[in-house]
């Protein structure tokens, strides 16, 4: 069974794998290289599968490093001739033999974290994020920048029906990454919140540590990020290139959190600074430098740096909610899925606002 874009069932009388048929797909060939969008034959879900028929996905950042191959430790994960994408939303159209809570028709999310194992000491003290046997969605197994993806049945999310596929699929990285960084810093009513990057995932993470109860303030380069910040809820918006600007966050005492949403090291050096004493850096964002701060600073301050590996099941399911309940909502741009090259170098380039997602007319839709 196959699904127009209004989600209504289009009837097949074969399995899709059966007739040998061909889906458009945009391949790493070789990093360091343009993906080449082409056919490659719909590949085929294993017992414990469920086939997608893509609606959308959405580009992260961690993307654009792995295909550019700037990132040795996900550089050794990655499979040749890869499919990327790991923002998935779409229609199950096929399930495999073992799986029985999901049915043809669903419609579901695939995130990074393609599976786990479930009986090792991560996975038993809720942090399957960390499994060491885990599996990477758009790394080691194909993703969802094709009209058709394989996701572990066991990790496809069901989408909330308020939410769209477009608005849903930039949660299932961006979303759910900021809201473990903020939740497992302890951020809540009376916490001021630093936010350092209004991007694809900064502008995600204002709303989640609004809806968490911090006083929010944005920090960036640009104006027009700082105005949007505002709107979604930030008390204060400083331009991170103005002088004044360390002054102001320090007369207010300092930040009890600052997240690192950019890939700049330069963001780093300047969040470390405006954090109060005892405060929490979440490292989010990935520069390709290392970070270096000096033992006697973070001793000095009793500072604490964390990091947050995208997210759990239990994770994504308190973001879905809180995007169902109208309190987190990515700001999209769409795409079609042959203009990724287009795209990957606007986000080099720093000169995409809130989150590009691909979408994929599907050739296959009107049989």
Partial sequence: MLFNRMGRIVKRSRAL?????????AILHDVGQSLSVEEVPVPSPKPDEVLIQVEACGVCH???????????????????????????VGRVTKTGDAVDHLKVGDRVGAAWLHASCGVCEQCLEGLENLCRKGVITGVMVD????EFMCARASHAMLIPPSLSSVEAAPLFCAGVTVYRALHNAGVGSGKRVAVVGVGG???LAVQVATAFGAEVI???????????????GASIALNVTDPETLKTIRKLGGVHVAVVTSAAKAAYDSA????????????????AEALVFSALS???????????????????????????????RCHTEEQPLDQVNQVFERMRQGQISGRVVLTCQSKHHNH
């Fill in 298 to 328: 973070i001793v000095g301050a009793e500072a604490r740096i964390v990091g947050a590996s995208v997210g759990t099941r239990e994770d994504l399911r308190a973001v879905l909610q809180l995007a169902a309940e109208g309190k987190l």
């Fill in 143 to 146: 993703g969802g920048y094709a």
């Fill in 201 to 203: 995932l900064g502008h």
């Fill in 272 to 287: 470390f600074k405006y954090l109060r004493p005892a405060g929490t850096l979440c490292v989010v964002g990935l520069p």
């Fill in 218 to 232: 944005a920090l960036d380069v640009d104006e027009s990020k700082l105005a949007l910040a505002r709107q979604l």
């Fill in 62 to 88: 961690s993307d654009l490093h792995i295909a550019d191959g700037d990132q040795p430790m996900l550089k050794s994960l990655t499979k040749q001739r890869l499919i990327l994408g790991h923002e998935v």
């Fill in 17 to 25: 794998s059966a007739l040998g048929v061909t889906m458009k797909a």
